[in-house]
């Protein structure tokens, strides 16, 4: 299958065009409006900058926005102190990067704040712009690299647990057909899918025989008249559209209007140079996958070519 890399490489292109990185999102917390409207303009341009008035606010707006790349917290406000407000948000936003804003002398609680990893920096008022904004970019781009380790180990973790989980099918079906449907599971589990079939082929046609998962709803195979399918038999590589609105030739067939699918790789499953089977991996949105994901599809339809094939060497 060393001839898909090729095709990788085209997908890979085509998700990084879907997913052009957008501004990240910053979050500034001040009670005092003049400071907060100074914060919001001074990063407008290069953020999405989002406002709350005192630390129980920015929790709120935390829960409605979720992550955010970096927190700028004044430090003495009402009902909570900036340290205080900061290290609520470090369980469940561990990447996001946070500074504080002093004007006042508060060694202690501002040391036991960054030896604790809840603080990155902290700056005294009145503060320098520039100064301020050379911070706030460091710390961006820390945030984009813990968030970018982050992902990698999550990725690999699922790797190891989708190939895993496929080699275990060998184990406990009985038969290549019984190991059909949990296979195509696991994978659409993995990747997210709204639907997967696992379907085998000889030479370049798909045979009655298949497994299938989808989210709540019979599985209609159209693979037969899908181009993308047929590309990928024909060529023995993988084909995928990440947003078929934006394919006029795709968007316009009736088995992708009637389905609603909205992206879709068709993934040929090859041992010995052949096609043994076709793994169609469907979303009804735009692909989200990762452009280092691809490399776990490829991988998963290597281990899949290992188990169908153990079956027939029983």
């Not at 006042?104 to 503060?127: C, H, M, R």
């Not at 008249?225 to 590309?231: G, N, S």
Request: some cysteine; overall charge negative; charged content about 20%.
């Amino acid at each position: 299958m060393d001839n898909a890399i090729p095709e990788l490489d085209q997908i890979k292109r085509q998700l990084m065009t879907l997913h052009r990185p957008k501004k990240p999102k910053m979050l500034v917390v001040d009670d005092e409006p003049d400071n907060l409207d100074l914060l919001y303009r001074t990063f407008r341009r290069d953020f999405n900058v989002l406002k709350a008035e005192s630390g129980i606010r920015a929790l709120e707006v935390l829960d409605i926005e979720g992550e955010v790349a970096v927190i700028i917290s004044d430090q003495r406000m009402p009902e909570m102190k900036g340290t205080e407000f900061l290290s609520k948000t470090v369980p469940q936003f561990p990447n996001t990067v946070r500074i504080i804003l002093t004007g006042f002398t508060d060694i202690e609680d501002l040391v036991d704040a960054i030896n604790s990893g809840q603080v990155y920096k902290y700056i005294t008022k009145p503060w320098d712009p520039n100064e301020l904004k050379m911070v706030v970019q460091k710390a961006a781009d820390t945030y984009e690299v813990l968030k970018q380790r982050t992902e990698e180990l999550h990725n690999a973790q699922n790797q190891i647990q989708l190939l895993a989980v496929i080699m275990q099918t060998a184990v406990e079906y009985p038969n290549l057909e019984a190991s059909l449907e949990p296979i195509a599971t696991a994978i659409s589990d993995n990747f997210l899918a709204d639907t997967c079939i696992l379907q085998l082929v000889e030479g370049t046609v798909l045979m009655p025989t298949q497994g299938s998962h989808t989210s709540g709803q019979i599985v209609e195979n159209w693979l037969a008249d899908d181009p993308l399918a047929q590309q990928a038999l024909a060529s023995g590589t993988i084909q995928g559209a990440v947003n078929i609105a934006s394919d006029n030739a795709l968007a316009s067939l009736p088995h992708y209007q009637k389905s609603g699918i909205q992206a879709h790789l068709s993934v040929p499953v090859i041992h010995k140079g052949r096609s043994i089977a076709l793994m169609s991996i469907q979303w009804k949105q735009p692909c989200s996958l990762r452009p280092d994901e691809l490399t776990t599809v490829h991988l998963a339809a290597q281990q899949v070519a290992l188990v169908l094939t153990s079956f027939q060497d029983r």
